[in-house]
């Protein structure tokens, strides 16, 4: 998996989804830490609407 996210030009933007399975996720999680992103909450499971979903908040 690669996720490139720019976000120069996107001064308002607070957050963005996508959707992964658990391995990804981890995957994820793990390149983040890697890389000393900033995770300040998560993965934790949330339910907005109704639907189960996994969410991490980062600080860039």
């Known amino acids: 998996m690669t996720l ?3 976000v120069k ?4 933007l607070n957050h963005f989804c996508i959707a992964l399975d658990k391995a990804a996720w981890d995957a994820l999680v793990s390149r983040l830490e890697q890389s000393n992103v900033d995770i300040e909450n998560g993965p934790v499971i949330i339910r ?3 639907l189960a979903g996994r969410t991490i ?3 860039w």
Do not use: C, E, Q, S
């Open 4 to 6: 490139v996210l720019d």
């Open 9 to 12: 030009g996107f001064g308002n």
């Open 57 to 59: 908040k980062v600080r």
């Open 48 to 50: 907005p609407a109704g």
